[in-house]
C-alpha cells in the first residue's frame, strides 16, 4: 500500500504538471493559433472560408471540441479498465506518449496541410486531456484531504512555471527582431521552419520531463489484479461508481456547478489568443491604429501565466478562511466581472489589465477545482473511475464553450458576441456553487 504523503511521490506528480503544462501555453494559447492564422491568411483573405465556408478560427475550435469529444467519450470506459486491473499510469503513459507525438507532429503542418494540422491538434488535444484523467486520480491516493488544496496548487505553478521556462526559449527560436531572416538563435526565418521547431520542443519537453512522473508513481497502489473480460468488468466498475456518485449528493451538485463554470474558463484559455487578434488594437509607430502585434500578445500571456502562478496560491489562503466553495464563488465572480470587462476591451493597454486579472483568478479557479471535487470523494480506491466523471464534466463543457464560440462568431461575424456567451455560463456557475451545500449531511437531510 502507498504510503500517503510521501514527499519523493508528490514531487514526481507535480513533475507531470510541469511536463504536460508546455501543451496547454505554447501549442493552445501563444505559439500554435498565431501560427494557423498566418498559415490560413493570406493578405487578410480567410483561406479557409473561401475554399471550405466555414471561417478558420471556427473549423479551429471545432478541431479542439473533437479532441475533447473523443476523449470524453473513450475515457470513462478507460477509466473502469484501469481501476480494475490497477493499470492507471499505464494509460498515464499512453496517452502522454500520444498527446507529445501529436505535438512534434506539428512539425509538419504548413500551406497545403490543413487536415493534418487539425488532425493532429485534435489528437494532440485528446493525449494532454486523457492524461490528466489518469494523472489526477492519483492526487487522494499520494496525499491526506488536508493537502490537496497546496498539492494541487503546488503542481498548477510548477505547470505555469515550466510552461513559461519553455516559451521564453521557443520565443527566442521565432522572434527575428532585425528582420534579417533569422531568429535569435540563428534559425533561418523561412516556410515557418522557427515555429514549427517550437512545436517539436514541445513534444520533446513533455515526453522527456514526464519520466519524473513515471519513475515514482506507483504502478498498482492496491494489489489489484486483472481478471478475464476485461472490457465487461470494466464497465462493471464504471456503473458501480456512477451510482455511488449519484447517492453521493453533494458531489453531484458540486459536479453541475463544475460543469458550468468550467465551460467558461476552458473556452477563455483555448480561444483568448485568436479572439484578441481580431479585436484588440494598438498604435503603430507612426501613431496609426492597427491590430494588436504578435510581441503585444506573447508578453501578455507571459504575464497570464506568471499571476497565475501567484494566484493559484493566493487562492489556497483565501481556501484556508473561507473554506472551498467560497473560494470558488468568489472566483467565479471575478470572471464575470472579466467577461464585462472584456466585452469592452479595445486597446493593447486595457487588454494587459485583463491578462493580470485573468491570470489570478485562472491559477486558483483551476486548483481549487481539482483539490475540491478529491475532498468530496467518498471512501474509495476506484479514484480512476470518480475522477473520469469530473474530467469527462470538464471536457464535455469544454466542447460546448467552443463550439458555442465557434457557432456564434459564424453565424453574427462578430467576436465581441462570444464575450455574451462566455459570460452567461458565469451566471450559471455562480448560482450552482451557492447551491452547492457546504456538507454532505446537510444535502441528504434535504433529500426526498
Not at 513559461?164 to 522572434?175: F, G, P, S, Y
Not at 486483472?226 to 464497465?235: D, F, I, K, R, T
Request: charged residues 15%; aromatic residues 12%.
Amino acid at each position: 500500500m502507498l504510503r500517503k504523503g510521501d514527499r519523493r511521490t508528490i514531487r514526481g506528480w507535480v513533475m507531470y504538471d510541469w511536463a504536460n503544462s508546455v501543451y496547454s501555453l505554447t501549442i493552445t494559447t501563444a505559439i500554435f493559433p498565431v501560427f494557423y492564422l498566418a498559415v490560413t491568411h493570406v493578405d487578410g483573405q480567410d483561406l479557409v472560408l473561401r475554399d471550405h465556408g466555414i471561417p478558420a478560427q471556427s473549423l479551429y475550435s471545432y478541431a479542439l471540441s473533437a479532441g475533447f469529444l473523443l476523449v470524453a467519450v473513450i475515457t470513462p470506459l478507460l477509466s473502469g479498465i484501469a481501476d480494475h486491473t490497477g493499470s492507471k499510469k499505464k494509460f498515464l503513459k499512453a496517452f502522454c506518449y500520444l498527446g507529445a507525438a501529436s505535438c512534434a507532429g506539428l512539425f509538419f503542418f504548413g500551406p497545403g496541410s490543413l487536415w493534418l494540422g487539425l488532425g493532429l491538434v485534435m489528437l494532440a488535444c485528446a493525449g494532454f486531456s486523457g492524461s490528466l484523467i489518469f494523472y489526477d486520480a492519483f492526487l487522494p491516493e499520494i496525499a491526506e484531504p488536508g493537502d490537496h488544496d497546496r498539492i494541487s496548487a503546488r503542481g498548477y505553478t510548477m505547470g505555469y512555471l515550466g510552461s513559461v521556462l519553455l516559451l521564453v526559449l521557443n520565443l527566442a527560436m521565432v522572434m527575428d527582431p532585425d528582420g534579417d531572416g533569422t531568429t535569435l538563435l540563428g534559425i533561418p526565418d523561412r516556410d515557418g521552419l522557427p515555429a514549427r521547431l517550437t512545436f517539436l520542443t514541445v513534444g520533446l519537453w513533455w515526453a522527456g520531463f514526464a519520466q519524473f512522473a513515471f519513475r515514482v508513481l506507483p504502478d498498482n497502489p492496491y494489489g489489484r489484479k486483472a481478471s478475464g473480460q476485461v472490457l465487461l468488468n470494466g464497465y462493471r466498475e464504471l456503473r458501480k461508481v456512477w451510482k455511488e456518485l449519484r447517492r453521493t449528493r453533494r458531489l453531484n451538485a458540486y459536479l453541475m456547478a463544475f460543469f458550468v463554470f468550467n465551460m467558461g474558463i476552458q473556452t477563455i484559455m483555448y480561444l483568448a489568443v485568436t479572439y484578441a487578434k481580431e479585436v484588440v488594437k494598438d498604435h503603430g509607430p507612426d501613431g496609426e491604429v492597427v491590430p494588436i502585434g504578435d510581441e503585444s500578445l506573447i508578453g501578455s500571456i507571459l504575464l497570464i501565466q506568471l499571476v497565475a502562478a501567484v494566484g493559484a496560491m493566493l487562492f489556497v489562503r483565501v481556501s484556508r478562511r473561507f473554506g472551498n466553495l467560497a473560494a470558488l464563488t468568489i472566483a467565479c465572480g471575478i470572471w464575470l466581472a472579466l467577461c464585462v470587462a472584456a466585452y469592452g476591451v479595445h486597446w493593447a493597454s486595457e487588454f494587459y489589465l485583463l491578462a493580470a486579472g485573468v491570470g489570478l483568478v485562472m491559477g486558483g479557479s483551476q486548483a481549487l477545482s481539482r483539490s475540491t471535487y478529491a475532498k468530496f470523494l467518498p471512501d474509495t480506491i476506484d479514484h480512476a473511475s470518480y475522477f473520469s466523471f469530473y474530467d469527462v464534466s470538464y471536457y464535455v463543457g469544454t466542447v460546448l464553450g467552443t463550439l458555442a464560440y465557434g457557432l456564434v462568431y459564424q453565424l453574427t461575424g462578430d467576436l465581441r458576441n462570444t464575450v455574451i456567451i462566455i459570460g452567461s455560463f458565469f451566471v450559471v456557475a455562480l448560482v450552482l456553487l451557492i447551491l452547492v451545500p457546504r456538507s454532505e449531511v446537510a444535502m441528504r437531510s434535504g433529500a426526498t
